[in-house]
């Protein structure tokens, strides 16, 4: 076994909350109807700074899904992931950090908000629960990045 001292890395996540979730179903016959479901993801970062010898950063997830039977609701979900992560200034850049809290921080906290919809999808009755898809996290970045470059044009 290796120490995990020795591995540790100097990115590391320190907690997350849920801080905006709301879950809207109806009770709708799908027999015969396509069930489709539609996601959108975004984030922002709230938090970028240095505190006690730490590189500190707060970064939200957020996620909104529906699904139809043909043209009726069948649910409708928003939710707002928060994480909070630290960096060690004395192995990144404050560049660095950013970068990784965009990467790592997402990423992370997409898996949480997987798990989360599961739990709470099945508990209120959804069959199957809701499973978000895997995103790729790097294009998600670069269209929020075009996104906001076309905001400032």
Sequence with gaps: MINGNAVKANFQFIGNRVRDFVLHTKIVDIKGKKVTTTFEFDYNIIELCERENNYVGVIEF?????????????????????????????????????????LNGIITLSQISRS??????????INPPVRLPMINVIALREQKRNQQQKKNS
């Design 62 to 102: 957020l996620v909104k899904g529906k699904a139809k039977a043909g043209k009726a609701m069948l649910f409708s979900i928003s939710l707002t992931m928060e994480g909070a992560f630290v960096g060690n200034p004395e192995a990144l850049s404050n560049d660095k950090f950013k970068e990784m809290l965009e």
């Design 116 to 125: 989360f919809l599961i739990s709470v999808t099945s508990q209120s009755g």
